[in-house]
Structures are given as structure tokens and as C-alpha cells.
């Protein structure tokens, strides 16, 4: 998800430090109703109902955190400004500085201040350090600027004493103001870096709609810099996810239902870290071409040399029982591990030429590539499947046909289906950087595992689902036992998906 920084404190955010007007609290109750086939909403509802069939309670992916109101998030900002200011005995708007410089972790500002009070004023750039050269206040009435002499009450200056005049100050502050600045406008004479507190910004600025701005970015930058505290990336959202401790998570806004990292504020992407996934896209990003070319829908099929397309998400070949990923032999793959996801290495690589060593890299690349196209794919497959099933079982409702809690299985097993497919497709970047040896043979074996198990389901949940439109057995129903399949291998898939990232997430 691309998202501009510069705009996330959106204008819907008008109260800001000073800024009066309504807060949007009762105007919306809960953003736009739900698209029924959206597969980001997989997460509601479903662990609950694995978990009541004896499923292993502790889930790896739980997370607390909590979706702030602007006035909340900025009661939380003011609290700790507060808590700063008087211990430090500093101004609010010098404290806003210096928890902006340590992210808002006030014991740790409090423990600095004991053991060095000026080297932490210094540190966040408040206060000039020792070895700072500043001049003598008010030495002389000409400006560092426009070397104007000017009067000595138009004359000013920050703690470091470089004077300007109020005309040089005002332009300074504008053009960086409406580039988007808020914290981070510094004193402007050379190899000073001071920063400039916002009481002595406000002032300088022309108009109010600069001042209304600027308090929009500064309540940007201070949320940004809180490391408990993350602006929801949904667009002209005022939401703020709040935290006890900050990981790489999923968290959804409650006002938009936005599904992000809370870390890094990326599409979640569980077991993959931040840093790796960064890397992944931009790869697949620069290889767009090759992507491109890889990424074709249609193959041979390796028994009678049609042309083929996949329609569905499981990879399960049944018409001439083969593998869609590898085109191999169904049969071969075996009920305990599923071979064609791990890539094989050439151990005698290193020792060959350059052009050996680039072909071998790129193998290794489309391999991973086209795992990760293809399990996207399948999650867009078994959307049109969730959405036909939501879709039924309205119907079979409406005709007095059983209740909701009836079919509810139905709706879980595909919503379950697509949490753990999408847990599967992040799993191949992070095999990808992986280095070789015995933690990446388990990571693999855990990854075949959970693979396994998910084509399982997606098969399980593509034939309940021609059951529902009475294409098999023309009576459009489910046996007693074949639920009792399909909710066991729910179980199994979701025990498996857990146990991986219980061992790999954040590790």
C-alpha cells in the first residue's frame, strides 16, 4: 500500500494543539459495510470457532492495541508533554522537541536528565552543546541574512543567539512549512542545527490557514515518532493505533477497517519481518518484466500438452491428477510432505562462472516468484468461492432452509481457508533470503506441512462448495461426516499455521 506521509494528518483532523472544532466521534459507525467476498476480514470470528474444536489456544498472532480518536491521541500526547515539561522545567512546546528526539519513552528521558540534564538538552537539540559556537546576544543589530540592520526589537533568536530579523524568520518558516514540515525547522544559521520550539514558529506565520497546517503536521510528526502510537494508513483516516508494545503485528482500524503492520504500516505480512518483505517487493518491483513473463495464468498440462487455466484455488490437478505448481505426479507429493515448495540448491554453484552463478540466482528467484503469484491468485480464486457461499447461504436462509448458525461452518472453513493461504504466501519471501542450513530445513518442513494441509481445505471447501450449488449428488447437501471432515481439517490447517509462526515469527 503506497501511502503520503505528508497527507495522513488529513484536513479531517482540524483540532490540533489549538486548533478548535468537533471531533468526528458519532459520524460514523464503523466506515462502509463490509464487501462480503473481502478476504481481509478473515480474522473475525474464525479463531474462536477452531479453538471450540480443541484447537492449541495460544495463537501466536495475538496482539493488543487500541484505536484512538483524535481527541484521545491527543489527551495521550498531552499527558506525557505535561509529565516532561515539569520535570525537566522546560516549556511544553521545548518538551514536544525533546520527546520527539527519544520517541516519546519519557522514564528513559526522566533517567537522562538525572545523569546529565544539559547533555540530554543538547542531545535532542533544544539547547546548544559546548562545543556549539553561538555569538553574544544581540551583539549587533545587522541580520545573518539579508545583513539588513534592522531594529533591535525586530531582531530574534533561539537559545544559540544567531539573530535574524522577524522578516528573514518568517520566510524561513513559511517555505519549509508549506513543504510539508513540522518537526524539524532549525535555526538557519550555518552548521546550527537547533531546533525551533512550535511557540516560536506560530508567531511567524502569515496566515492561519500556514498555522492550521502546521499544527496538522506537527500532530503528524509526533504521532510518527511515538513509539507506541501509528497513524492509520487508510485514506483520510484520523485514527491512531495505540500500543503497549511495539511489534511487527496486524492491527485493523476500527473506523475504516484498514488491515496494516503496525510496525512498519505495510500490508501485514506474517512470518516475513519488515525489513525482508521491503526487500521482496522492491525485487519484484525492479523484476516487473520477468514478473510479468513468469506469472502467466495458463500452462501445458503435462499429461496431454493442452493448454490449461486454474480456476480454483487448490493446486490439485483432479482431471489428470497433477501438481499446478510443479507438474508432477499428485500421487508423488505424498500425504506428509509437499516437495515441489523447496527450492533445491546447486551446493557446487560458487565454484562456477559468473553467468552460471546469475542464471542460478535468477532460477532461485522465479521459483520463490512464482509461489508467491500463485498462492495470490488463489487467494483471489477462493474470494469468488467465499463470496458464492455467503451468497447461498443467505438464500437457504430466507427459505426457512435452516438457520445461520447452520451453515456458519461453511463460512468459516473459506474464511479460514484464505487466513491460512495468506500466512502461506508470505511465507516464500522469507525462505527466500533464508540462509541455508537446519533452521531453514525445519522452516521448510513447516512450510510443506502447512502447505499440505491447506490444499487439503481448499479442496474440502471447493467440494462443499458444488455440493451447495447442487452440481454434485443434486441434493445440495453435506453429510454428517463430511462436515465433520471439513471441520477437522480446519483444525489441522489452523494448528499448523499457528505452530510456524510460533516458531518463526519474530525470531
Not at 150 to 165: I, K, N
Not at 195 to 210: C, G, R
Not at 412 to 432: G, V, W
Not at 455 to 463: A, G, T
Request: hydrophobic share 30%; charged share 25%.
Amino acid at each position: 500500500m503506497s501511502v503520503d506521509m505528508n497527507s495522513q494528518a488529513s484536513d479531517s483532523n482540524e483540532e490540533d494543539f489549538g486548533v478548535n472544532s468537533e471531533e468526528e466521534d458519532d459520524d460514523d459507525d464503523g466506515g462502509e459495510e463490509e464487501d462480503q467476498g473481502d478476504i481481509q476480514s478473515y480474522y473475525e470470528g474464525v479463531a474462536s470457532d477452531v479453538e471450540q474444536q480443541g484447537a492449541d489456544s495460544f495463537d501466536p498472532e495475538e496482539y493488543l492495541f487500541t484505536c484512538l480518536t483524535y481527541k484521545e491521541s491527543q489527551r495521550v500526547l498531552t499527558e506525557e508533554v505535561h509529565t516532561v515539561a515539569a520535570a525537566l522545567k522546560v516549556l511544553p512546546a521545548v518538551a514536544k522537541l525533546i520527546l520527539v528526539h527519544f520517541h516519546w519513552q519519557v522514564t528513559q528521558i526522566l533517567d537522562r536528565y538525572k545523569s546529565n540534564s544539559s547533555l540530554l538538552l543538547s542531545d535532542a537539540l533544544v539547547q546548544p552543546s559546548s562545543t556549539c559556537r553561538s555569538v553574544p546576544a544581540l551583539q549587533s543589530l545587522q541580520c545573518g541574512v539579508c545583513l539588513q540592520v534592522v531594529r533591535r526589537d525586530s531582531l530574534l533568536a533561539l537559545p544559540c543567539q544567531h539573530s535574524f530579523c522577524k522578516a528573514c524568520w518568517e520566510q524561513h518558516c513559511t517555505v519549509l512549512v508549506k513543504d510539508g514540515i513540522g518537526v524539524g525547522i532549525s535555526c538557519m544559521a550555518q552548521d546550527c542545527s537547533l531546533q525551533m520550539p512550535e511557540d516560536f514558529v506560530l508567531p511567524l506565520l502569515p496566515a492561519e490557514e500556514l498555522k492550521d497546517k502546521y499544527r496538522r503536521y506537527l500532530f503528524r510528526d509526533y504521532v510518527e515518532s511515538h513509539f507506541q502510537l501509528q497513524l492509520c494508513p487508510g485514506a483520510d483516516c484520523p485514527i491512531v493505533i495505540k500500543v503497549q508494545e511495539p511489534r511487527a503485528r496486524r492491527v485493523q482500524c476500527e473506523r475504516c477497517n484498514e488491515v496494516f503492520c503496525f510496525k512498519c504500516r505495510q500490508m501485514y505480512h506474517a512470518p516475513t519481518d519488515c525489513a525482508t518483505i521491503r526487500k521482496w517487493l522492491t525485487k519484484c518491483a525492479d523484476d516487473s518484466e520477468t514478473a510479468n513473463y513468469i506469472s502467466a495464468h495458463t500452462k501445458d498440462c503435462p499429461k496431454c500438452n493442452i493448454c490449461i487455466e486454474k480456476n480454483g484455488g487448490c493446486n490439485h490437478m483432479v482431471s489428470q491428477n497433477f501438481c499446478w505448481m510443479c507438474l508432477g505426479d499428485w500421487k508423488t507429493h505424498g500425504s506428509e510432505y509437499y516437495e515441489c515448495s523447496r527450492y533445491k540448491e546447486n551446493p557446487d554453484i560458487v565454484n562456477q562462472s559468473q553467468q552460471a552463478q546469475a542464471r542460478e540466482a535468477l532460477k532461485k528467484y522465479l521459483f520463490y516468484f512464482e509461489r508467491w503469484e500463485n498462492h495470490n491468485k488463489s487467494l483471489q480464486l477462493e474470494a469468488q468461492t467465499y463470496q458464492r457461499i455467503q451468497e447461498k447461504i443467505q438464500e437457504r436462509v430466507m427459505n426457512n432452509l435452516g438457520t445461520w448458525i447452520d451453515w456458519q461452518y461453511l463460512h468459516n472453513a473459506a474464511k479460514l481457508l484464505a487466513k491460512c493461504r495468506y500466512t502461506l504466501q508470505y511465507t516464500y519471501p522469507y525462505a527466500y533470503y533464508m540462509e541455508s542450513g537446519p533452521r531453514k530445513k525445519l522452516f521448510e518442513y513447516q512450510q510443506a506441512q502447512l502447505e499440505a494441509e491447506i490444499e487439503n481445505l481448499s479442496w474440502k471447501v471447493e467440494r462443499a462448495d458444488t455440493y451447495e450449488r447442487g452440481v454434485v449428488g443434486g441434493e445440495g447437501e453435506l453429510s454428517a461426516s463430511d462436515r465433520g471432515d471439513l471441520e477437522n481439517q480446519m483444525h489441522i490447517a489452523e494448528q499448523r499455521r499457528r505452530t510456524l509462526l510460533k516458531d518463526f515469527h519474530d525470531t
